[in-house]
């Protein structure tokens, strides 16, 4: 399915991904896979582009080399699969950042429990230091669970209301440089290409 940073001159301006489909369609919809077949891909063409796109720098402008079979090349291919692809990124972005939002709304709610289990936690750490004697094997302990208690409570609803979103805002970061790729669909024959696959 891929070529990543293709021959092309134009890869020291562009971030240049190469795609080589069955069908346009193969760009958005998973096609019924011959999982034997070497022409058969595993990814929609957008998930493979979103995998290149995240564990790169994003400060070049991307180039979509799309190669597909030249009975399914037509005049208008290009410009079908540049339109379908903004309006699936802006669907898409609008999705991360709902799902951002929620994950927020999440971590407050969870300090619902989290903040009690804290307080649990602190009791019971606090409780050790009362228990004698203060090296012994019941205030070690005890003293650990409650600090695990503690760190436990505030830890997760943190962790999603903190951290669990970034992951939205990177790929909505891709999606809109992918948004605004150029595209170019080029013929290639199965058996004739000698292309990484």
Not at 62 to 77: H, K, Q, T
Request: hydrophobic content about 40%; overall charge positive; some cysteine.
């Amino acid at each position: 399915m891929t070529k990543v940073l293709g021959r092309s001159p134009d890869r020291r301006k562009r971030q240049v991904i190469e795609l080589r489909l069955m069908q346009a369609r193969d760009m958005f919809e998973m096609p019924s896979t011959d999982l034997f077949s070497e022409y058969r891909n595993l990814l929609t063409g957008v998930d493979f582009c979103l995998s290149e796109l995240r564990g790169r720098a994003f400060t070049r402008p991307v180039r979509l080399e799309i190669r597909l079979p030249p009975e399914m090349i037509d005049d208008g291919v290009a410009e079908r699969l540049a339109r379908t692809l903004r309006r699936y990124c802006d669907h898409r972005i609008r999705y991360n950042r709902r799902e951002g939002q929620a994950q927020r709304v999440g971590g407050v709610a969870a300090l619902r429990i989290g903040i009690p289990v804290s307080a649990l936690g602190l009791v019971v750490a606090a409780e050790a230091t009362r228990i004698r004697p203060t090296g012994s094997a019941g205030n070690l302990v005890t003293d650990h669970l409650g600090w695990v208690l503690a760190w436990i409570g505030l830890w997760f609803p943190l962790d999603q209301f903190l951290f669990n979103p970034l992951a939205y805002r990177r790929e909505s970061r891709v999606l809109r440089l992918l948004a605004g790729a150029d595209i170019d669909v080029r013929p290639y024959r199965l058996g004739t290409d000698t292309e990484a696959r």
